[in-house]
T-cell receptor
Framework: AQSVTQLDSQVPVFEEAPVELRCNYS??????LFWYVQYPNQGLQLLLK??????LVKGINGFEAEFNKSQTSFHLRKPSVHISDTAEYFC??????????FGAGTRLTVKP | DTGVSQNPRHKITKRGQNVTFRCDPI?????LYWYRQTLGQGPEFLTY????????KSRLLSDRFSAERPKGSFSTLEIQRTEQGDSAMYLC?????????????FGEGSWLTVV
């Protein structure tokens, strides 16, 4: 069975600072990895995904993530955050089945 | 592409009443999913359809829950005899299955409050 652990439930950061949101996964098979963002009272929006190929994946809004198979990690990064990046971020994993598992989420708060 | 559409967006109901949520997926997507999300948690898988066939159900989906996708297009999720523990956001999502994995696109969710 696959699972996802988001290591930080809350990450406060000042505007224009860099940020890293950590995600570790476990799976016995090859996986596909995703990061979603959720703004208050809204559904989830796909930020980026890793299916295969280059381990550095670039997404929307200036976010990127790096797949590290040896460390079973898929950390999300942004070099300079904005107030508008304040949201809940979810890491998710799926294999060749249809069971996408989500982490508990990381609340990113960007302060002025 | 209008995205995944859900309605109603919010529903307040008394305990014991039945509620139904509707989901219209992205038109070319053959897979449709239902998830439940409670405050402070990530979405939890409930069930999914491939076209009109319901292929998987989570153990979270008790007998009071039923989902249908009669013509392989829109889907409904009905909760009978609602309980306070059913209060959550119900997320619908859709995807087009490929060998390289599915990218699942979510709707904005339907909030249920059982009082």
């Amino acid at each position: 069975a696959q699972s996802v652990t988001q290591l930080d439930s809350q990450v406060p950061v000042f505007e224009e600072a860099p940020v890293e949101l950590r995600c570790n996964y476990s799976s016995s098979v090859s996986v596909y990895l995703f990061w979603y963002v959720q703004y208050p009272n809204q559904g989830l929006q796909l930020l980026l995904k890793y299916l295969s190929g280059s381990t550095l994946v670039k997404g929307i809004n200036g976010f990127e993530a790096e797949f590290n198979k040896s460390q079973t990690s898929f950390h999300l990064r942004k070099p300079s955050v904005h107030i508008s990046d304040t949201a809940e971020y979810f890491c998710a994993v799926s294999d060749h089945s249809n069971d996408m598992r989500f982490g508990a989420g990381t609340r990113l708060t960007v302060k002025p | 592409d209008t995205g995944v559409s859900q309605n109603p967006r919010h529903k307040i109901t008394k305990r014991g009443q039945n509620v139904t949520f509707r989901c219209d997926p992205i038109s070319e997507h053959n897979r449709l999913y239902w998830y439940r999300q409670t405050l402070g948690q990530g979405p939890e898988f409930l069930t999914y359809f491939q076209n009109e066939a319901q292929l998987e159900k989570s153990r979270l989906l008790s007998d009071r829950f039923s989902a249908e996708r009669p013509k392989g297009s829109f889907s409904t999720l009905e909760i009978q005899r609602t309980e306070q523990g059913d209060s959550a956001m119900y997320l619908c999502a859709s995807s087009y299955s490929t060998r390289r994995g599915n990218t699942i696109y979510f709707g904005e969710g339907s909030w249920l409050t059982v009082v």
